[in-house]
């Protein structure tokens, strides 16, 4: 294969949810900065999008700048279907909780299909982590991948696209994610046009030529856990909560630096303050909902999920607004606290408005 370099086109402050549903809709008018690429689709045109970031109920999260909200990217590619601007998209979507964003939310006739890491109230999984197998070099102190992105990428690297199906892929890297890391797991979704995965891969991304004549055997597509539990190996592996990847991070840090050591107490003072920060935005929300809706209800809102099929919340303006005041009072929710934008979204559910939210904050965080 020739060599091919990397073309980063929105970085750093320009990597923004802004700047990326601009570039799906091709609307360059709304572009801040970056270098003005946009998808330039039209009706004829195989669209894949690839999105990787941590993730909560409902949303996920940018580089830069506001998190990304479903209602926000399901009604950007309305707009690009509606503007027969594609024939047909394949979506990859790998954050915690990534099912939330197109559960009851993408319909089948938007001929788009898309795959999330994991259901819409479960976590993802971070690979390739210091102290686990498998480990990345000695020179690196943090996670290099995630399971399910290194399942679809690494199989996608090995076989001909134009023979495998997405269908075909979905089976290996659900088997991969959900089996082969038993005590590790979350299933891969699939949403939207599903018809669309009996399409070669090859159509979405190409294919290596040296791959051309690979053959794949049946049992790599399955994708019957029971099949698959049975040939699993259950190796001595290791993944890591994508919540918990900084606190892992932080957690090796220490542990690797010599006793007495500056590094060792900086990283001490670094771990702990991680600790303190989780355990504060646990207090928080905690004191919040008890204070609008008892303390005999907290769990239920902390927990409730909706059957599937529905949408995480009613009225996505009043999650909005919950996590916006939550941010002005008691500062921004953090990887970790973002676990608890579905408690939010069951608030609003519930029938919480903007005053009752700002008082119990107010009373909650700035004490």
Same mark, same amino acid.
């Given at each position: 294969m ?8 929105y ?20 572009l801040?900065?970056?270098?003005g690429?946009?998808?330039n ?7 894949f999008?690839?999105?990787a ?5 409902g ?24 503007a ?11 954050a ?31 690979m ?21 992105s ?25 088997r &991969?994610?959900? @089996? /082969? ?5 979350s299933h891969?979704?699939q949403? $939207?046009?599903?018809e669309? *995965? !009996? ?36 190796l001595t ?9 900084q606190?892992?991070?932080l ?5 690797r630096s ?16 991680e600790i303190?920060? &989780?355990?504060? @935005? /646990? ?10 809706? $008892?303390?005999?209800?907290? *769990? !239920?809102?902390i ?15 009043c ?31 519930a ?17």
């Open positions: 020739i060599p091919m370099a990397i073309l980063q086109d970085t750093g402050e320009n990597c923004t949810a802004n700047n990326f549903l601009a570039v799906i809709l091709g609307n360059r008018t709304a801040t900065g970056g270098s690429k946009v998808v689709s039209g009706p004829n045109d195989y669209i999008i690839y999105y970031d941590h993730g909560s109920a949303m996920v999260t940018m580089p830069t700048g506001d998190d990304l909200y479903a209602k926000d990217l399901i009604e950007v590619l309305k707009k690009k279907h509606e027969k601007s594609y024939k047909s998209m394949v979506f990859y979507l790998e915690c909780e990534s099912g939330s964003m197109f559960d009851g939310l993408l319909t089948e006739d938007m001929n788009i299909y898309a795959v999330t890491a994991s259901t819409p109230a479960e976590s993802s999984y971070a390739y982590c210091p102290g686990h197998y498998p480990s990345p070099e000695d020179d690196f102190e943090t996670c290099l991948g995630d399971l399910f290194i399942s679809w990428i690494e199989d996608s690297e090995k076989h001909d696209l134009q023979k495998e199906t997405l269908q075909q892929q979905h089976g290996v890297v659900r &991969r994610t959900l @089996v /082969d890391y038993l005590d590790f797991s891969v979704m949403y $939207g046009n599903k669309l *995965s !009996k399409e070669p891969i090859f159509s979405y991304i190409g294919t290596n030529p040296d791959n051309d004549n690979f053959t794949m055997k049946a049992e790599e597509f399955s994708s019957n856990p029971s099949a698959e539990i049975a040939h699993s190996s259950r592996r290791g993944a890591v909560s994508q919540r918990d990847a606190l892992h991070y957690w090796h840090r220490f542990n010599a006793d007495g050591s500056s590094e060792k107490i900086e990283a001490q003072k670094q771990l702990q303050n303190l920060s &989780r355990q504060q @935005v /646990d207090q928080n929300i905690h004191q919040i909902i008890a204070q609008v809706f $008892g303390e005999e209800n907290v *769990s !239920k809102m927990e409730s999920i909706r059957p599937a099929g529905q949408p995480l919340v009613d009225d996505w303006d999650l909005k607004m919950l996590v916006r005041i939550y941010g002005e009072i008691c500062g921004s929710l953090s990887i970790y606290g973002k676990k608890y934008t579905r408690a939010m979204a069951n608030m609003c559910n029938g919480i408005n903007e005053k009752q939210m700002t008082l119990a904050s107010n009373q909650a965080c700035l004490k």
